[in-house]
DNA sequence: GTCTATACGGTGATAGAC
DNA sequence: GTCTATCACCGTATAGAC
């Protein structure tokens, strides 16, 4: 896999979440990237579309991967995804707040009018949903509860960094992980 | 006030919310609107940034009005808004899933690159969650845990609207309406 | 693999007539 | 209030040389 290909994806990826799909040129990608300006359509000959695809999957292994990894760090299913979803206040805090919801934006953007990008934002969503359901079905929580509490989790995750990166503030992200908290507490089996 | 002036902002409101910001066009927006195009910078002649600004006001003003009455339907703040989501999951399924999240779709696109736009979504969050905090202090909670779990329904309703558009399933907004009635009635003062 | 030049359409915005 | 003409700029994409 070369280099400039990989750089090109990962900053693409970046500027999709700091500014979404249609604010982002192919020129500024380029320059951004400090990458060839002939090398993109020669790593991504059917242009934007290809290109942002393989964007959002990267993204998404990435923060799959990280969520499942983090999600190790503490055996009970409840505190590690409370422990998570506060570090994801702090990271979005150190950062002012400025970045999140890199599926949202380009889902709300084209899922409308490009049913290729829809497919991969779906997907995207699939795959993160996935380490929360595997976590609550080992913490003992039956596979239906397991999935319901994922997907809340998941829109709420989406909608709490939304709210946090309009307002600047960390807090919705913050009072969100203490009502979840709350919600598996009382959705416990041990409860 | 001129009904042209309105239509504009309507039409306006209407393409941000299946579209998108930057995707919508001052020509289509005149065009769609079929109002004539020489009166677009004569109503709004700061240009777009002003038209954006009313279409999310507009939007959000109506948006909050029909929570708000539509929560007045059940005495039980808990089952009022357990109907109301249900409702909106009708909703969306009627329209195939098309729209939703109109104030998402401005605050991603805009948030890190136009402040004034950015105050206007963080203003227009602030407005959709009083209806259901004021539901939830009239049912009783306390000022505190009724103001974190409105923050709540709020994120975890914008991510189940997202994730609904995005996999063409009125099922997020159903599960999320679900789990949401357990974390009312676990955090419930009467319980 | 990379570069440059270029085509073509669309964008938001302005000026000046009516 | 509305219209038209026009602006400069930007977008994606392609062709052909190297």
Redesign the interface.
Known sequence: MSTTRQQIIEKTSELFE???Y??TGLNQIVSESETPRGSLYYYFPEGKEELAAEAVWYKVHHMSAYVRQRLTGYPDAIEAIYQLMMEMADHAEQQHC?AG?P???V???T???NERL?QT??AA?AMMQKPFEEKLLAGGFAPDRAE??A??I???????V??S????ES??LR??A???K??LQ??SPTA
Chains 1, 2 share one sequence.
Request: aromatic share 2%.
């Open positions: 700091r500014q979404g249609h604010a400025s919801a599926i949202a934006a889902a709300l953007e899922a409308g009018s829809r934002c779906q969503y319901a509490l997907i809340t998941n829109a709420v995750l989406e909608g709490a939304i709210l990166r309009t307002a600047r807090q919705p009072v969100v203490a009502e979840i709350t919600l009382c959705s």
